[in-house]
């Protein structure tokens, strides 16, 4: 068993056509969005998938208390949660939940039950009551019924969350945060991006803020304190406005380790943000940890940042690896090629084929090498401002749009600059 606020994963055997088999709407494994309280909990609902009973896949948070923020970012098929009936607070978050925000069957479970309280979790409106101790196979058939009473129209509508892209390097000094910076800079000057922010992640040595000579005001350090307390505009105030642009929310002044984060606490500060913008960018420290891992898996699209050098390729060769260990190989992944020099790929470095070979996949987009990028970042400037910038920002825009397109799901029809 993991930490008090360890995010983890795990499949069952997914036979579509298994009868009794939990499966969303469009034929795939059912994903299951747990918030739990025990340890016993969590190994019940990993046996009853594990089994294959339900043919779910499952991604749980185990907290110490059930809060508002953590429920507010479990996204999932259906949403699985541990309640104390005794917490008249507890309670009273869990109806604001179901009343408020859940999009997906609810079922919950609780170590004390009595007819009076499955009459009050009836009125809250949750989809099934399992008592505890939980019984793997009684419980994969609560999972199961809640997926065959999901409405055929639950996902949410177009537009109600905006997307959100991680980005992600294959070591130091790719470019990464410049991109993501810079690109953020000539996205904001397009059509349809006037929601756009950027999320500084990097709890140790983020410097967004720098490439744009922004002073931030706070940092996700600062919002995650008091989850309960954050939203739309407790986060629009946390962050500073760059360069008339976008919103940006700077990396903390000080560092911390990299367990500071309590993943329901960052997937909440994810949520926020996706109810408040359209287009979210985050800049992710080049590690790995549950709360990251809760990042990745809360993207619309990953965008890993490499460069056309052999310890660069083999890095990147490793994220990718890990991103499939990981089990978020059904979040798309766009993998770009920063920094190109035109033509001939000397001094050490590697054609653009070779470099496909040893990472195992396509690269998607190129940016060039641009000097005006490199001057823009040391002047803390929009890329446009800086000299010979324009024609630099008119590739790197091209690129982002692409990103933004590959990020959306098949059905939304908006895109940048149209």
């Not at 505009?233 to 380790?257: I, K």
């Not at 690896?321 to 089990?327: A, F, G």
């Not at 990472?359 to 010979?388: C, F, M, T």
């Amino acid at each position: 068993m993991a930490d008090s606020s360890a995010i983890s994963e795990t499949h069952g055997r997914s036979d579509a056509g298994e009868p009794g088999a939990a499966s969303s709407p469009a034929g795939q494994p059912a994903l299951v969005a747990a918030l739990l309280k025990s340890a016993e909990a969590e190994q019940a609902l990993k046996e009853a998938i594990g089994a294959g009973q339900s043919g779910a896949r499952l991604h749980t948070a185990v907290v110490p208390r059930l809060e508002l923020a953590g429920l507010y970012g479990l996204e999932g098929d259906i949403v699985f949660v541990e309640v104390e009936v005794g917490d008249p607070q507890e309670m009273q978050v869990l109806a604001e939940f179901v009343a408020d925000r859940a999009t997906a069957p609810v079922v919950v479970t609780s170590p004390r039950l009595d007819f009076a309280a499955m009459r009050e979790f009836m009125h809250i409106g949750v989809h099934d009551v399992v008592p505890q101790p939980l019984d793997p196979a009684e419980l994969a058939e609560a999972l199961r019924q809640a997926m065959a009473r999901r409405p055929a129209a639950a996902p949410k509508a177009s537009g109600e969350r905006g997307l959100v892209i991680s980005f992600i390097s294959s070591g130091g000094g790719v470019g990464c945060t410049s991109l993501v910076v810079q690109g953020a800079c000539a996205l904001a000057r397009r059509k349809g991006m006037e929601r756009l922010c950027v999320l500084d992640f990097d709890i140790q040595f983020g410097c967004a803020s720098l490439f744009l000579d922004t002073e931030p005001k706070s940092s996700v350090m600062d919002l995650i304190q008091s989850p309960e307390r954050l939203d739309g505009t407790l986060l629009r105030g946390a962050m500073v406005r760059a360069h008339e642009r976008f919103d940006l929310l700077g990396s903390p002044a000080s560092v911390y380790p990299v367990d500071s984060i309590d993943p329901a606490a960052i997937i909440a500060t994810i949520a926020t943000a996706s109810r408040e913008y359209t287009h979210t960018l985050i800049d992710l420290p080049l590690l790995w940890a549950h709360w990251t891992h809760a990042v990745l898996r809360a993207s619309s699209a990953i965008v890993l940042i490499v460069q056309l050098n052999v310890p660069s390729l083999r890095q990147g060769r490793r994220q990718l690896d890990m991103l499939r260990q990981e089990e978020l190989d059904d979040v798309p992944v766009i993998v770009v090629a920063n920094r190109v020099s035109s033509g001939f790929f000397g001094r050490g470095g590697v054609s653009l084929k070779a470099a496909e070979k040893a990472l195992g996949r396509k690269v998607d987009h190129v940016v060039p090498e641009s000097p005006a990028i490199r001057a823009a970042a040391e002047a803390g400037v929009p890329l446009n401002e800086a000299s010979g910038g324009r024609s630099a920002e008119k590739k790197l825009v091209q690129v982002m749009e692409a990103i933004i397109r590959a990020a959306q799901p098949a059905s939304a029809a908006v895109q940048p600059g149209g």
